[in-house]
């Protein structure tokens, strides 16, 4: 068993969700291990990863609009606002979503379905650079 780790970098223009797919895929070609388990962790409190469709842009609008209207911005019943009306309402969406995923890797193929991406969902309005660590163990 070989063990490797990297990261992949996402600079974010603001709330939405990101296709790191292709990042992820040109990560796995450049390293020496063919079949295994690939682990991914954002390491931000703010940012969350998915799995969704990635053909059809709407789902991605549709997404966005559902936790517009699950999580409202600037909530007055929020403490935590120090950095914005969207702040808190960030940390609510991470938390409802997923800050690592998991996949099998054979023959340096992602096991994804034929209409899946791999997202990094950013929840704040800014600009920010986000890191998704990589773990890749296999042979």
């Known amino acids: 068993m070989i063990q490797i780790f990297g990261n992949i970098t996402e600079l974010t223009k603001g709330r939405k969700l990101y296709d790191i797919t292709p990042k992820i895929k040109g990560w796995i070609n450049l390293e020496k291990i063919n079949t295994g388990l690939l682990t991914l962790n954002i390491k931000h409190t703010s940012a969350s990863l998915l799995v969704n469709e990635n053909y059809d842009s709407d789902v991605l609008l549709d997404l966005e609009n559902f936790f517009t209207k699950l999580v409202v911005d600037g909530d007055e019943t929020y403490s935590h606002i120090l950095e914005g009306p969207d702040d808190m309402s960030a940390h609510i969406r991470t938390v409802l979503t997923q800050?690592?995923?998991?996949?099998?890797?054979?023959?340096?193929?992602?096991?994804?379905?034929?209409?899946?991406?791999?997202?990094?969902?950013?929840?704040?309005?800014?600009?920010?650079?986000?890191?998704?660590?990589?773990?890749?163990?296999?042979?």
Do not use: A
């Open 99 to 139: 800050t690592n995923l998991s996949f099998s890797i054979k023959n340096k193929e992602i096991n994804l379905g034929t209409w899946q991406g791999i997202f990094l969902y950013e929840h704040r309005f800014g600009n920010f650079e986000r890191c998704v660590d990589l773990h890749f163990i296999g042979e």
